[in-house]
DNA sequence: AACGTGTCCAACCGCTCGCTC
DNA sequence: TGAGCGAGCGGTTGGACACGT
Protein backbone atom coordinates (compact mmCIF):
# COMPACT_ATOMS: atom_id res chain seq x y z
CA UNK A 1 0.00 0.00 0.00
CA UNK A 2 2.88 2.21 -0.77
CA UNK A 3 0.82 4.16 -3.16
CA UNK A 4 -0.99 5.56 0.27
CA UNK A 5 2.18 7.15 1.00
CA UNK A 6 1.70 10.40 -1.42
CA UNK A 7 -1.69 11.14 0.13
CA UNK A 8 0.11 11.54 3.52
CA UNK A 9 2.59 13.88 2.87
CA UNK A 10 1.38 17.28 4.44
CA UNK A 11 1.95 20.06 1.55
CA UNK A 12 -0.63 17.84 0.17
CA UNK A 13 -4.75 19.21 -0.08
CA UNK A 14 -7.32 17.72 0.46
CA UNK A 15 -11.45 18.36 0.16
CA UNK A 16 -12.77 20.18 -2.25
CA UNK A 17 -11.39 21.04 -5.80
CA UNK A 18 -11.31 24.89 -6.56
CA UNK A 19 -12.07 26.12 -9.92
CA UNK A 20 -8.10 26.85 -10.11
CA UNK A 21 -7.03 23.29 -9.58
CA UNK A 22 -9.83 22.10 -11.96
CA UNK A 23 -8.35 24.39 -14.21
CA UNK A 24 -4.58 23.10 -14.01
CA UNK A 25 -5.49 19.70 -13.90
CA UNK A 26 -7.50 20.15 -17.25
CA UNK A 27 -4.88 22.22 -18.92
CA UNK A 28 -2.09 19.57 -18.25
CA UNK A 29 -4.15 16.67 -19.30
CA UNK A 30 -5.23 17.98 -22.12
CA UNK A 31 -2.07 18.80 -23.07
CA UNK A 32 0.21 15.71 -21.67
CA UNK A 33 -2.50 13.27 -21.12
CA UNK A 34 -2.19 11.11 -17.83
CA UNK A 35 0.21 8.36 -18.63
CA UNK A 36 1.27 8.16 -14.91
CA UNK A 37 -0.98 9.49 -11.75
CA UNK A 38 1.47 9.96 -9.86
CA UNK A 39 3.46 12.38 -11.56
CA UNK A 40 0.32 14.46 -13.02
CA UNK A 41 0.36 16.67 -9.48
CA UNK A 42 3.64 17.75 -9.47
CA UNK A 43 4.07 18.35 -13.83
CA UNK A 44 0.47 19.93 -13.14
CA UNK A 45 1.29 22.58 -10.55
CA UNK A 46 -0.93 20.96 -7.77
CA UNK A 47 -0.69 20.21 -4.73
CA UNK A 48 -2.68 17.15 -4.87
CA UNK A 49 -1.78 13.66 -4.70
CA UNK A 50 -1.87 11.87 -8.22
CA UNK A 51 -5.13 9.53 -7.12
CA UNK A 52 -6.90 12.36 -5.89
CA UNK A 53 -6.09 13.70 -9.68
CA UNK A 54 -7.30 10.47 -11.22
CA UNK A 55 -10.64 10.52 -9.01
CA UNK A 56 -10.99 13.85 -10.29
CA UNK A 57 -10.68 13.94 -13.35
CA UNK A 58 -12.52 10.45 -13.98
CA UNK A 59 -15.43 11.51 -12.10
CA UNK A 60 -15.76 15.11 -12.68
CA UNK A 61 -13.37 16.71 -15.73
CA UNK A 62 -13.27 14.91 -18.65
CA UNK A 63 -14.95 16.21 -21.61
CA UNK A 64 -17.09 13.15 -21.99
CA UNK A 65 -18.74 13.09 -18.68
CA UNK A 66 -22.32 13.38 -18.55
CA UNK A 67 -23.72 15.41 -16.12
CA UNK A 68 -27.48 16.06 -14.85
CA UNK A 69 -30.29 13.58 -13.67
CA UNK A 70 -30.72 10.20 -14.88
CA UNK A 71 -33.15 9.13 -17.57
CA UNK A 72 -35.86 7.12 -16.87
CA UNK A 73 -34.19 4.80 -20.00
CA UNK A 74 -30.79 5.01 -17.46
CA UNK A 75 -32.43 4.22 -14.49
CA UNK A 76 -34.18 1.31 -15.84
CA UNK A 77 -31.00 0.12 -17.08
CA UNK A 78 -29.42 0.69 -13.34
CA UNK A 79 -31.92 -1.10 -12.21
CA UNK A 80 -31.96 -4.59 -14.10
CA UNK A 81 -27.89 -4.63 -14.08
CA UNK A 82 -27.60 -4.12 -10.32
CA UNK A 83 -30.18 -7.09 -10.21
CA UNK A 84 -27.97 -8.96 -12.54
CA UNK A 85 -24.37 -8.13 -10.93
CA UNK A 86 -25.08 -6.62 -7.46
CA UNK A 87 -22.74 -3.51 -6.58
CA UNK A 88 -20.60 -3.74 -9.25
CA UNK A 89 -20.80 -0.11 -10.60
CA UNK A 90 -17.80 0.21 -12.42
CA UNK A 91 -19.73 -2.64 -14.45
CA UNK A 92 -22.91 -1.02 -14.26
CA UNK A 93 -21.20 2.43 -15.55
CA UNK A 94 -19.06 0.58 -18.32
CA UNK A 95 -23.04 0.12 -19.90
CA UNK A 96 -23.93 3.96 -19.08
CA UNK A 97 -21.79 6.21 -21.48
CA UNK A 98 -20.49 9.17 -19.58
CA UNK A 99 -21.88 8.11 -16.38
CA UNK A 100 -19.12 6.76 -13.44
CA UNK A 101 -19.52 4.55 -10.86
CA UNK A 102 -19.38 6.85 -8.25
CA UNK A 103 -22.36 8.76 -9.68
CA UNK A 104 -24.70 5.78 -10.23
CA UNK A 105 -23.31 4.50 -6.61
CA UNK A 106 -24.51 7.78 -5.48
CA UNK A 107 -27.69 7.88 -7.42
CA UNK A 108 -28.23 4.17 -6.08
CA UNK A 109 -27.68 4.85 -2.46
CA UNK A 110 -29.99 7.72 -2.85
CA UNK A 111 -32.56 6.26 -4.91
CA UNK A 112 -32.73 2.87 -3.10
CA UNK A 113 -33.17 4.75 0.32
CA UNK A 114 -36.73 6.05 -1.13
CA UNK A 115 -37.80 3.69 -3.20
CA UNK A 116 -36.58 0.11 -1.71
CA UNK A 117 -37.31 0.33 1.95
CA UNK A 118 -36.37 -3.27 3.67
CA UNK A 119 -39.52 -5.25 4.43
CA UNK A 120 -40.94 -7.95 6.60
CA UNK A 121 -39.62 -10.79 4.54
CA UNK A 122 -41.04 -13.92 5.24
CA UNK A 123 -38.82 -16.96 4.37
CA UNK A 124 -40.42 -18.49 1.52
CA UNK A 125 -42.24 -21.56 2.74
CA UNK A 126 -42.96 -23.85 -0.55
CA UNK A 127 -41.46 -23.93 -3.99
CA UNK A 128 -43.00 -24.82 -7.14
CA UNK A 129 -42.11 -28.23 -8.11
CA UNK A 130 -40.82 -28.66 -11.20
CA UNK A 131 -42.84 -30.67 -12.94
CA UNK A 132 -45.73 -28.32 -12.04
CA UNK A 133 -44.49 -25.80 -13.02
CA UNK A 134 -42.68 -25.80 -16.49
CA UNK A 135 -40.07 -27.61 -18.78
CA UNK A 136 -36.94 -26.23 -20.75
CA UNK A 137 -35.98 -26.70 -24.18
CA UNK A 138 -32.48 -25.23 -23.92
CA UNK A 139 -30.26 -24.96 -21.14
CA UNK A 140 -32.56 -23.35 -18.89
CA UNK A 141 -33.10 -26.49 -16.49
CA UNK A 142 -30.00 -25.75 -14.62
CA UNK A 143 -31.31 -22.11 -14.25
CA UNK A 144 -34.60 -23.93 -12.82
CA UNK A 145 -32.60 -26.32 -10.50
CA UNK A 146 -30.54 -23.40 -9.37
CA UNK A 147 -33.87 -21.43 -8.61
CA UNK A 148 -35.28 -24.25 -6.57
CA UNK A 149 -32.31 -25.16 -4.70
CA UNK A 150 -32.30 -21.35 -3.74
CA UNK A 151 -35.40 -21.66 -2.59
CA UNK A 152 -34.38 -24.73 -0.19
CA UNK A 153 -31.54 -22.91 1.39
CA UNK A 154 -31.04 -19.89 3.80
CA UNK A 155 -32.17 -16.46 2.00
CA UNK A 156 -28.97 -15.22 2.86
CA UNK A 157 -26.61 -18.10 2.29
CA UNK A 158 -28.21 -18.23 -1.16
CA UNK A 159 -27.39 -13.99 -1.63
CA UNK A 160 -23.91 -14.93 -1.08
CA UNK A 161 -23.07 -17.33 -3.86
CA UNK A 162 -21.01 -16.21 -6.20
CA UNK A 163 -22.06 -14.46 -9.59
CA UNK A 164 -20.79 -17.25 -11.80
CA UNK A 165 -23.86 -18.97 -11.60
CA UNK A 166 -25.21 -16.25 -13.98
CA UNK A 167 -22.62 -17.63 -16.98
CA UNK A 168 -23.40 -21.06 -16.09
CA UNK A 169 -27.33 -20.40 -17.05
CA UNK A 170 -26.42 -18.36 -19.72
CA UNK A 171 -27.55 -15.56 -17.82
CA UNK A 172 -31.34 -16.15 -18.28
CA UNK A 173 -32.02 -15.63 -15.39
CA UNK A 174 -29.45 -14.00 -13.23
CA UNK A 175 -28.80 -16.41 -10.60
CA UNK A 176 -28.57 -16.23 -7.61
CA UNK A 177 -27.98 -12.46 -6.96
CA UNK A 178 -31.50 -11.69 -8.46
CA UNK A 179 -33.16 -15.69 -8.46
CA UNK A 180 -35.59 -14.44 -10.88
CA UNK A 181 -38.26 -16.28 -12.57
CA UNK A 182 -40.36 -15.31 -14.68
CA UNK A 183 -43.51 -16.66 -17.05
CA UNK A 184 -45.91 -15.21 -18.84
CA UNK A 185 -49.03 -16.17 -20.92
CA UNK A 186 -49.93 -15.51 -24.51
CA UNK A 187 -52.04 -12.29 -25.02
CA UNK A 188 -53.70 -10.10 -23.44
CA UNK A 189 -55.53 -11.77 -20.34
CA UNK A 190 -58.59 -10.60 -18.96
CA UNK A 191 -58.37 -10.00 -15.39
CA UNK A 192 -61.31 -10.49 -13.39
CA UNK A 193 -62.24 -10.49 -9.98
CA UNK A 194 -61.48 -13.93 -8.97
CA UNK A 195 -57.87 -13.21 -10.10
CA UNK A 196 -56.23 -16.18 -7.96
CA UNK A 197 -58.81 -18.55 -9.81
CA UNK A 198 -58.75 -16.55 -13.04
CA UNK A 199 -54.90 -16.50 -13.68
CA UNK A 200 -54.07 -20.10 -14.52
CA UNK A 201 -57.34 -20.55 -15.99
CA UNK A 202 -57.32 -21.70 -19.89
CA UNK A 203 -58.60 -19.11 -21.78
CA UNK A 204 -59.81 -19.29 -25.40
CA UNK A 205 -56.72 -18.31 -27.39
CA UNK A 206 -53.32 -18.36 -25.25
CA UNK A 207 -52.56 -21.59 -26.08
CA UNK A 208 -50.60 -21.73 -22.82
CA UNK A 209 -49.97 -25.27 -23.05
CA UNK A 210 -48.17 -24.93 -26.22
CA UNK A 211 -44.38 -23.90 -26.71
CA UNK A 212 -43.99 -20.37 -27.26
CA UNK A 213 -41.17 -18.27 -28.25
CA UNK A 214 -40.44 -16.02 -25.67
CA UNK A 215 -37.92 -12.41 -25.48
CA UNK A 216 -36.45 -13.06 -22.10
CA UNK A 217 -34.19 -10.32 -21.02
CA UNK A 218 -30.13 -10.76 -20.18
CA UNK A 219 -29.52 -8.71 -17.66
CA UNK A 220 -26.12 -9.53 -17.69
CA UNK A 221 -25.41 -8.14 -21.26
CA UNK A 222 -28.33 -6.32 -21.74
CA UNK A 223 -29.97 -8.21 -24.76
CA UNK A 224 -33.23 -10.15 -24.96
CA UNK A 225 -33.28 -13.30 -25.97
CA UNK A 226 -35.26 -15.87 -28.09
CA UNK A 227 -36.12 -18.67 -25.73
CA UNK A 228 -38.56 -21.54 -26.25
CA UNK A 229 -40.54 -22.58 -22.95
CA UNK A 230 -43.69 -24.98 -22.77
CA UNK A 231 -46.23 -23.77 -19.84
CA UNK A 232 -48.59 -26.18 -17.84
CA UNK A 233 -52.23 -25.40 -17.31
CA UNK A 234 -52.90 -24.39 -13.88
CA UNK A 235 -56.03 -24.55 -12.29
CA UNK A 236 -55.71 -22.58 -9.62
CA UNK A 237 -53.37 -20.81 -7.52
CA UNK A 238 -53.98 -23.92 -5.08
CA UNK A 239 -51.62 -26.04 -7.00
CA UNK A 240 -49.10 -23.66 -6.54
CA UNK A 241 -47.11 -21.58 -4.44
CA UNK A 242 -45.03 -18.45 -5.51
CA UNK A 243 -42.37 -18.21 -3.93
CA UNK A 244 -41.79 -14.96 -2.00
CA UNK A 245 -41.62 -11.40 -3.37
CA UNK A 246 -43.21 -12.70 -6.38
CA UNK A 247 -45.39 -9.92 -7.97
CA UNK A 248 -48.54 -11.01 -10.06
CA UNK A 249 -49.82 -8.81 -12.70
CA UNK A 250 -52.38 -9.25 -14.41
CA UNK A 251 -53.46 -6.89 -17.16
CA UNK A 252 -56.57 -6.49 -18.94
CA UNK A 253 -57.28 -5.20 -22.73
CA UNK A 254 -58.23 -2.07 -21.22
CA UNK A 255 -54.73 -1.74 -19.43
CA UNK A 256 -55.88 -2.03 -16.38
CA UNK A 257 -52.59 -3.62 -13.60
CA UNK A 258 -53.58 -5.50 -10.86
CA UNK A 259 -51.07 -6.68 -8.52
CA UNK A 260 -51.28 -9.39 -6.19
CA UNK A 261 -49.31 -10.01 -3.30
CA UNK A 262 -48.68 -13.64 -4.32
CA UNK A 263 -48.83 -14.86 -0.15
CA UNK A 264 -51.16 -13.23 0.79
CA UNK A 265 -52.97 -13.88 -2.41
CA UNK A 266 -55.01 -10.66 -1.94
CA UNK A 267 -55.17 -7.60 -4.66
CA UNK A 268 -52.94 -4.75 -3.11
CA UNK A 269 -54.29 -2.23 -5.28
CA UNK A 270 -55.99 -1.88 -8.48
CA UNK A 271 -53.77 0.24 -10.48
CA UNK A 272 -50.11 -1.39 -9.15
CA UNK A 273 -48.65 -1.69 -6.07
CA UNK A 274 -47.27 0.84 -3.54
CA UNK A 275 -43.39 0.65 -4.07
CA UNK A 276 -42.79 1.55 -0.07
CA UNK A 277 -45.50 -1.36 1.26
CA UNK A 278 -43.80 -3.54 -1.46
CA UNK A 279 -40.61 -2.26 -2.84
CA UNK A 280 -39.73 -5.82 -4.24
CA UNK A 281 -42.83 -5.91 -6.74
CA UNK A 282 -41.30 -5.39 -10.56
CA UNK A 283 -42.66 -5.82 -13.81
CA UNK A 284 -42.16 -6.46 -17.18
CA UNK A 285 -43.59 -4.34 -19.72
CA UNK A 286 -44.07 -5.54 -22.64
CA UNK A 287 -45.44 -2.56 -24.46
CA UNK A 288 -43.25 -2.30 -27.44
CA UNK A 289 -43.42 -6.15 -28.22
CA UNK A 290 -40.15 -6.88 -25.54
CA UNK A 291 -39.96 -6.92 -22.32
CA UNK A 292 -38.51 -4.58 -20.23
CA UNK A 293 -38.27 -4.08 -16.60
CA UNK A 294 -39.71 -1.66 -14.78
CA UNK A 295 -40.38 -0.46 -11.32
CA UNK A 296 -43.27 -0.02 -9.02
CA UNK A 297 -43.76 3.42 -9.35
CA UNK A 298 -43.59 3.22 -12.88
CA UNK A 299 -46.70 0.94 -12.69
CA UNK A 300 -48.69 3.34 -11.03
CA UNK A 301 -48.29 6.23 -13.49
CA UNK A 302 -48.52 3.35 -16.27
CA UNK A 303 -52.19 2.62 -17.19
CA UNK A 304 -51.87 0.86 -20.49
CA UNK A 305 -50.07 -1.49 -22.20
CA UNK A 306 -49.45 -3.81 -19.15
CA UNK A 307 -50.71 -6.84 -20.92
CA UNK A 308 -50.16 -10.58 -19.55
CA UNK A 309 -49.54 -12.51 -16.67
CA UNK A 310 -46.16 -11.76 -15.35
CA UNK A 311 -44.48 -13.29 -12.61
CA UNK A 312 -41.47 -11.89 -10.97
CA UNK A 313 -39.32 -12.88 -7.80
CA UNK A 314 -36.77 -10.81 -7.11
CA UNK A 315 -34.70 -11.08 -3.76
CA UNK A 316 -35.75 -9.45 -0.05
CA UNK A 317 -32.73 -7.94 0.57
CA UNK A 318 -30.17 -6.17 -2.59
C1' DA B 1 -33.00 33.78 13.59
C1' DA B 2 -31.19 29.67 15.39
C1' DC B 3 -30.97 25.08 15.68
C1' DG B 4 -31.70 20.19 14.49
C1' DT B 5 -32.26 16.73 11.06
C1' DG B 6 -32.05 14.56 6.69
C1' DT B 7 -30.26 14.22 1.95
C1' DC B 8 -27.01 14.39 -1.57
C1' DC B 9 -22.69 13.71 -3.56
C1' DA B 10 -17.69 14.76 -4.09
C1' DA B 11 -13.89 12.97 -2.23
C1' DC B 12 -11.34 9.86 0.50
C1' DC B 13 -9.85 5.26 2.33
C1' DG B 14 -8.64 0.59 2.23
C1' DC B 15 -8.26 -3.13 -0.41
C1' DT B 16 -7.33 -6.10 -4.56
C1' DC B 17 -5.53 -6.88 -9.01
C1' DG B 18 -2.16 -6.97 -12.39
C1' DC B 19 2.12 -5.54 -14.17
C1' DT B 20 7.17 -5.10 -13.85
C1' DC B 21 11.56 -6.30 -12.42
C1' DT C 1 8.98 -16.15 -6.91
C1' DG C 2 7.73 -12.31 -4.68
C1' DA C 3 8.30 -7.45 -3.59
C1' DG C 4 6.99 -2.97 -5.13
C1' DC C 5 4.12 -0.15 -7.40
C1' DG C 6 0.15 2.11 -9.86
C1' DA C 7 -4.54 1.66 -11.27
C1' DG C 8 -9.03 0.57 -10.30
C1' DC C 9 -12.88 -0.64 -7.43
C1' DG C 10 -16.40 -0.45 -3.78
C1' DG C 11 -17.44 1.20 0.86
C1' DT C 12 -17.55 5.11 3.63
C1' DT C 13 -17.18 9.83 5.17
C1' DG C 14 -18.01 14.54 5.79
C1' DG C 15 -19.40 18.96 4.21
C1' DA C 16 -22.84 21.70 1.83
C1' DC C 17 -27.37 22.39 1.42
C1' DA C 18 -32.47 22.07 2.13
C1' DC C 19 -36.06 21.86 5.03
C1' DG C 20 -38.70 21.71 9.26
C1' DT C 21 -39.40 23.31 13.99
Same mark, same amino acid.
Given at each position: MGHHSCCNQQKVKRGLWSPEEDEKLVRYITTHGYGCWSEVPEKAGLQRCGKSCRLRWIN????DIRRGRFTQEEEKLIISLHGAVGNRWAHIAS??????DNEIKNYWNSWIKKKIRKPSSPNITKTIPKSQLFTHTRNHHQVLDNFLNINNQDNLAATKLSTTSIQETGG?? @?? @??? @?SFMFEIGSTFESTNNIPHTIFQENEGLMMNNQETWQLFNRETVEYTSCNLTLPIMDNLDNIMVPNNCGINVGGGGGQITAVDCMQRNEINEWGVDPVQCPNYFFWDQAEGHHELIGAEEIISTSSNMGDLMISHFPSSI
Open positions: YLRPHLPGRTLF @PL @PIS @P
